[in-house]
């Protein structure tokens, strides 16, 4: 009897939704320089892409996100297949079965993968190790990437930081101070080329990609599938990928010049010269962000020489500042721990009333039907695009806390599900950091309105209601005016009622 074949010895790439790109990538670079025979791969684990969220049991990756990570991970394996490697992917298996399967048909010499932060990716990034340990397999070795700064980099210890996460502002003057963000080059991987034995394949592996019904199984519902064609009120359609992500860099950086002439930012609300509503004020990079298909130090490298060969401006300074934040919630997470998960949040914060859990009143503020535009338009927005920007998803958080009285953990349920731009740590923390403080209002919600920026922003950012009928066509026959304020239709009838009856009769 013929003895068995040798095990092939390889070095594993495990690719996530949140490091989808061939540049600024440690664990390929890493792995591609050991001198081994390299396999890349990405799994579908139902976990993530067929599970359910646990309060409302919304999908975990809803249709919009599940099509751009199909995407993205399309254009990945074209990208790999240009430097003369394959992409294996594996579906409807759990991340710890898949590398079961894999240490039975290859000797792995390690694992190379981005450092994950929260809870539930540190379960099965613990779930791997323990599969390697128990087969007695190389190790798994994590490497930072995902944010503008490296962790090591920074001038104190997350899990020490000794005042850091206080503030946004006290992160800011403190890394700042002290800390450096590394060229986007020093990550470059350099693919091994040449033989057959640069390369490894995978005969388990899936012959095509799944498509969105398929990865998203029995979570996937078509009414809540806007499929893949732009919706005429949107003015961007995302195209997942890395070749898509350096294409809208170039566009809106070096083509357009947008950078300069359009750009306001994110979360710039208050400057009363700027509207974040228009067209092009957004850069809208957050979901090739988000999934990795865009480094962020790829972005403030460009940003850079934007500014030593075109103009530095404020907008130019403000773009980085958005990294900044980005890289505040992040490391803050490490921090705060399983707390973003929680009703109190971080700073344990409960309100003098009772939350509800009313699932018809969420209904209404995830359909737009609240009856406050400024609220209602960017929700609509959101389920049908996956997106809306900063100043939305603030002061509908502040509503749904202040107004509603809504369990926010259910609206954070939501835009997990919903947004293309989702990372776990952008959302948990932000909602309490930013909107979990509304429970401090005095009073009950519902007895006067408690977000007024739900009417100042309107006037300041939207003054001709151009936004908001945009996405509530109802209102398009209305004046500005009424359009942002359509109770004043109903005061003004109490108006003209009272006038009829002589009661406005002084004399």
């Known amino acids: 009897m013929a003895a068995p074949a040798a095990k092939r010895r390889v070095n594993v790439v495990w690719f996530k939704c949140t490091d989808l790109r061939t540049h600024d990538h440690a664990p390929l670079r890493a792995a591609h320089r050991a001198g081994l025979p390299v396999l890349h791969l990405y799994v579908f684990d139902p976990f993530w892409h067929a599970g359910r969220t646990r309060i409302c049991g919304f999908p975990k990756t809803g249709a919009i996100r599940t099509r751009f990570q199909l995407e993205s991970i399309a254009d990945l394996s074209q990208r790999l297949a240009a430097e003369g490697h394959t992409l294996c992917t594996r579906s409807n298996i759990s991340t710890a079965q898949c590398f079961e399967e894999l240490c039975d048909d290859f000797v792995v010499n390690a694992v ?97 990609l799944p498509t969105v019904r398929q990865a998203m199984g029995a979570t996937y519902d ?13 003015e961007l359609k995302w195209i997942g990928g890395e070749t898509a992500a350096l294409a809208r860099l170039k566009e809106y950086l070096w083509d357009d010049d947008s950078l300069a002439l359009d750009y306001v930012g994110a979360t710039m609300t208050m400057d009363t010269a700027k509207s974040c509503m228009r067209d092009k004020a957004m850069f809208k990079i957050s979901p090739w962000l988000a999934h990795g298909c865009l480094s962020p130090r790829r972005l403030y490298d460009e940003v850079k020489r934007y500014e030593e060969e075109r103009h530095k401006t404020k907008s130019t300074y403000w773009i980085i500042h958005e990294l900044l934040w980005r890289d505040f919630v992040r490391f803050g997470s490490i921090e705060a721990k399983t707390s973003i998960f929680t009703i109190g949040g971080p700073k344990d914060s409960h309100p003098n009333w009772e939350w509800s859990t009313d699932k018809s009143m969420l209904q209404r503020w995830i359909d737009g039907k609240t009856g406050f535009p400024f609220i209602d338009c960017f929700m609509r927005e959101m389920k049908v695009t996956g997106y809306c920007n900063h100043m939305g998803r603030e002061t509908s958080g502040w509503f749904l806390i202040g107004d509603l009285g809504l369990d926010w953990r259910m609206a954070a349920e939501w835009f997990e ?84 009856n002589g009661s406005g009769n002084g004399a």
């Open 112 to 208: 190379f993968a981005f450092q994950e932060i929260c809870s539930e990716e540190l379960r099965i990034e613990r779930q791997v190790r323990k599969v390697l340990r128990s087969r007695r397999q190389g190790a798994l070795e994590l490497f930072w990437g995902f944010e503008l700064y490296h962790r090591d980099d920074l001038n104190f210890d997350p899990l020490r930081p000794r005042g850091a996460f206080n503030s946004y502002t006290a992160f800011r003057k403190r890394v700042e101070e002290g800390s450096r963000v590394r060229s986007s080059m020093q990550e470059a991987p350099v693919f091994r080329k040449g033989s057959g034995d640069t390369s490894a394949r995978w005969s388990r592996a899936d012959v095509a």
């Open 222 to 234: 078509a009414d809540c599938d806007p499929g893949d064609v732009k919706d005429a009120r949107a």
């Open 417 to 500: 599900t919903v947004l293309v731009d989702y990372e776990p740590t952008a959302n948990w923390f932000n909602w309490t950091y930013r909107c979990l403080p509304a429970v401090k209002a005095k009073g009950p919600p519902g007895e006067r309105l408690r977000g007024l920026e739900i009417l100042k922003w309107g006037t300041q950012h939207d003054p001709d209601a151009t936004y908001i009928k945009r996405w509530l066509p109802e209102l398009k026959a209305l004046p500005a005016t009424i359009a942002r304020e359509p109770w004043r239709l109903d005061m003004s009838a109490e108006s003209d009622r009272g006038a009829g």
